[in-house]
């Protein structure tokens, strides 16, 4: 105050300013179901996006990651995009999950590399893609087998 005047609230860049996020609010659902979380690094962010997958599509996410985190010892994980990466340490990123209204999809980097090859094609020359549906009973054995052969190839640098 100068003078008896209040000061002018100080102008930022331009927009108006977010109002704080409660902790135990939930994440926003994009289009198809799928969480939105931030960008992060670890377990925490992933944790974080398949507590967050709505309906049956938690209860798989959480398979998937204790099969990932089964088959590949120590493996580093990340939200990048809204999605859960799975890679080695400075090796890069060899899958992913991304949810979809009727199904989630599992991604393989390397797909064309693995054998069988996994059944989706991807607008990506070696991507290939596993989805899951809700009444669809995967074969973990065969989804293992994928995982062990994807984190032993050249992971992709995202």
Not at 37 to 52: C, M, R, T
Request: net charge positive.
């Amino acid at each position: 105050m100068a003078n008896g005047i209040p000061k002018k609230p100080e102008k930022t860049s331009g927009s108006s300013p977010r109002r704080p996020t409660p902790d135990n609010a939930k994440p926003k659902l994009l289009s198809g179901g799928n969480p939105q979380i931030p960008k992060g690094e670890g377990d925490a962010p992933v944790q974080a996006y398949i507590a967050a997958m709505p309906g049956w599509k938690s209860d798989i996410g959480r398979r998937l990651d204790e099969l990932i985190m089964r088959t590949v010892p120590g493996v580093h994980k990340a939200v990048k995009w809204n999605s859960p990466f799975y890679g080695i340490e400075g090796q890069g990123w060899f899958l992913s999950i991304h949810c979809f209204t009727k199904y989630i999809k599992v991604a393989f980097f390397r797909g064309t590399s693995l054998h069988p090859m996994p059944p989706e094609e991807s607008r990506t020359k070696e991507t290939r893609y596993y989805h899951i549906h809700e009444d669809d009973r995967f074969d973990e054995t065969q989804l293992g087998a994928w995982v062990r052969q994807a984190s032993q190839l050249p992971g992709e640098k995202m």
